[in-house]
Nanobody, 119 residues
Framework: QVQLVQSGGGLVEAGGSLRISCVAS????????LAWFRQAPGKEREFVAA?????RISFTESLKGRFNISRDNATAFLHMHSLGPEDTAVYYC???????????????WGRGTQVTVSS
């Protein structure tokens, strides 16, 4: 089994930045994709970004330029800038995704972390 532990998140003012992280542990293997999704209130979960074990990256087009994803071995980071109220959501980390999106199938999930952007 794979465990994903998320940290970071919280309340930030509009225009601010935030970084959230996700640490994978357990039976991860050596090369695997980590991804971020988010779900805003009343909306479906959407793909945000993914990074493969060889550091290939993909993004939802609308978030390019404001969000960035990076990785340090088993830890994935989502760097978020110029945040707006529309970015308010629960952000989920996922691992061992089948591909880099735009709708990757990922078998392992973190519990989510709340990001709230005040206007």
């Amino acid at each position: 089994q794979v465990q994903l532990v998320q940290s970071g998140g919280g309340l930030v003012e509009a225009g601010g930045s935030l970084r959230i992280s996700c640490v994978a542990s357990g039976h991860t293997g050596d090369i695997y994709t980590l991804a971020w999704f988010r779900q805003a209130p009343g909306k479906e979960r959407e793909f945000v970004a993914a990074i493969s074990g060889t550091a290939r990256i993909s993004f939802t087009e609308s978030l390019k330029g404001r969000f960035n994803i990076s990785r340090d071995n088993a830890t994935a980071f989502l760097h978020m800038h110029s945040l707006g109220p529309e970015d308010t959501a629960v952000y989920y980390c996922a691992s061992h995704c089948a591909d880099l999106g735009p709708a990757p199938d990922c078998p392992s999930w973190g519990r989510g972390t709340q990001v709230t952007v005040s206007s």
